[in-house]
């Protein structure tokens, strides 16, 4: 059973704040109570830390937290990498499709001024045309 008054709770410790679900969440006030003496248990976060690739030790694991409540499930393993990943799903979104968007409006800038390049020009063609020869014909002329 909780504690039900302040003269009840005996401070152990205290740790620094720490983001849970989303990186970019404010953390939650958080307390910390024995795993027994809860008698309304509901879930369990537990953070390992290994030098071997945590898949490869996903079935030891499992079998350890048996060995200390057989009771509990152990449901949801995942690396920190992996709920990074997760958290991080809708910037990696936006930031993809900034870059598709990007590339597809550079694309349409690319065509727009080949088009007017290519207009310039071709309205043009006649009046380059007729100062080459002019150019020629008074060169010509100067000999």
Known sequence: ????????????GVIPDKKFRNLRETPPA???FPYFEDAHFRFMNIYLRT???????ENELRERMRQFDPHVPVVGL???NEQIGF?????????????????????LA??????VTAYVVMRRTREIGIRMRSERCGAASLR
Do not use: C, H, K, N
């Open 1 to 12: 059973m909780l504690p039900v008054s302040p003269e009840d709770i005996e401070v152990i």
């Open 30 to 32: 958080q307390a910390y």
């Open 51 to 57: 030098q071997a690739d945590p898949r490869q030790i």
């Open 78 to 80: 995942q690396t920190m």
């Open 87 to 107: 958290s991080l799903r809708t910037e990696r979104l936006v930031a993809s499709l900034s870059a598709v968007f990007g590339g597809l409006a550079t694309l």
């Open 110 to 115: 690319v065509i727009g001024l080949y088009g």
